[in-house]
Antibody, heavy 121, light 107 residues
Framework: DVHLLQSGGGLVQPGGSLKLSCEAS????????MSWVRQAPGKGLEWVAG????????YYADSVKGRFTISRDNSKNTLSLQMKGLGVGDTAIYFC??????????????WGLGALVTVSS | DIQMTQSPSSLSASVGDRVTIPCRAS??????LAWYQQKPGKPPKLLIF???TLQSGVPSRFSASGVGTDFTLTISSLQPEDVGTYYC?????????FGGGTKVEIK
């Protein structure tokens, strides 16, 4: 079974940084693109960033470009999202998700449980 | 960027009713559309990809159709466990835009 185990959420002050991680198991991680999707409290889904299977291609929503960095370590089956310059508008549950088929970008067939990021002073 | 529009934002129907949920793309996206179901406090669950292909394990009362700009998700006979919010999403090109969602409730 596919599992995406997320870690790294928490409370951070405006302007601060935080790193999210997503450890994958149950599939050949290096063969699939991955994405981060967020959901602000009571709101809909917003795609944040994506990365190709090899890591050679990275893609960002305009709302986070230049502040967030998506990366992956295929030797450790781990996806990461480094977030800097956080603002209150970045408060959300962040989900990591797996592409349904290669190559990236694709529909998202498995999702982590989410990590809550709260930006507040 | 291509925008995805879902209207209405919520609907209420009785158990056993046929429910249709529309989704419209601002530009043609062929059949590169997925549907997700999200229950409160849970991550989204993939229901449909390629506009009409049922994901493995999804009940057959769910179906979908459409191509180009207009798409529809149908629940043939609404069940209590179908309560939740349904999102469409276009893919293959970034950004992977989601619709605003349609919340389905039991009348």
């Amino acid at each position: 079974d596919v599992h995406l185990l997320q870690s790294g959420g928490g409370l951070v002050q405006p302007g601060g940084s935080l790193k999210l991680s997503c450890e994958a198991s149950g599939f050949t991680f290096s063969k699939y693109g991955m994405s981060w999707v967020r959901q602000a409290p009571g709101k809909g889904l917003e795609w944040v960033a994506g990365i190709s299977d090899s890591g050679g291609g990275t893609y960002y929503a305009d709302s986070v470009k230049g502040r967030f960095t998506i990366s992956r370590d295929n030797s450790k089956n781990t996806l990461s999202l480094q977030m800097k310059g956080l603002g209150v508008g970045d408060t959300a549950i962040y989900f990591c998700a797996k592409d349904g088929v290669g190559p990236y970008p694709s529909y998202l067939d498995h999702w982590g449980l989410g990590a809550l990021v709260t930006v507040s002073s | 960027d291509i925008q995805m529009t879902q209207s209405p934002s919520s609907l209420s129907a009785s158990v056993g009713d046929r429910v249709t949920i529309p989704c419209r793309a601002s530009q043609a996206i062929s059949d590169l559309l997925a549907w997700y179901q999200q229950k409160p406090g849970k991550p989204p669950k993939l229901l449909i990809f390629s506009a009409s292909t049922l994901q493995s394990g999804v009940p057959s009362r769910f179906s979908a159709s459409g191509v180009g700009t207009d798409f529809t998700l149908t629940i043939s006979s609404l069940q209590p466990e179908d309560v939740g919010t349904y999102y469409c999403q276009k893919y293959f090109t970034v950004p992977l835009t989601f619709g605003g969602g349609t919340k389905v409730e039991i009348k």
